[in-house]
């Protein structure tokens, strides 16, 4: 992964020096998840359990959720009171039942959503989203 500037503000770590973005203090994973149902933390681990199997993955803590990296963002997690409220990027739109129609694009990257609910979620068709939004980051 390569070096990554810290923004001398609010401490948190982006690709690129100067890189545009909104000023909120960092935290850590444990503090986003504090005071949440233990399976959201579950999902959370079960992502990045399988994103560390495809490489280095940065986790980037706020108090709303944490932003997955590598050289770019490859997806959010948001714990809410009934899911875990998943934005991925990925090279085309996905049409599913499970995932919400694309939104928004960036560069050659059209965003999802995704809403997980449990650990058994996180299965082979989504673990194959992550690896591809992992391999375009």
């Given at each position: 992964m390569p070096t990554r500037w810290t923004c001398p503000r609010c401490d948190r770590e982006?690709?690129?020096?100067?890189?545009?973005?909104?000023?909120v203090p960092g935290s850590t994973v444990d503090e986003t998840f504090a005071g949440r149902a233990p399976w959201q933390r579950a999902v959370y681990d079960a992502v990045v359990g399988h994103l560390r199997t495809l490489g280095e993955v940065h986790e980037d803590a706020v108090k709303v959720g944490v932003f997955l990296k590598r050289d770019r963002k490859l997806a959010e997690l948001r714990p809410r009171s009934r899911d875990v409220l998943v934005y991925l990027w990925l090279p085309h739109p996905v049409e599913?039942?499970?995932?919400?129609?694309?939104?928004?694009?960036?560069?050659p990257r059209v965003g999802h959503q995704l809403k997980l609910r449990e650990v058994s979620d996180v299965d082979d068709e989504v673990r194959e989203w992550l690896t591809i939004a992992f391999d375009i980051a």
């Open positions: 982006f690709a690129r020096a100067r890189q545009g973005h909104t000023c599913t039942a499970r995932i919400a129609p694309a939104r928004w694009a960036s560069g």
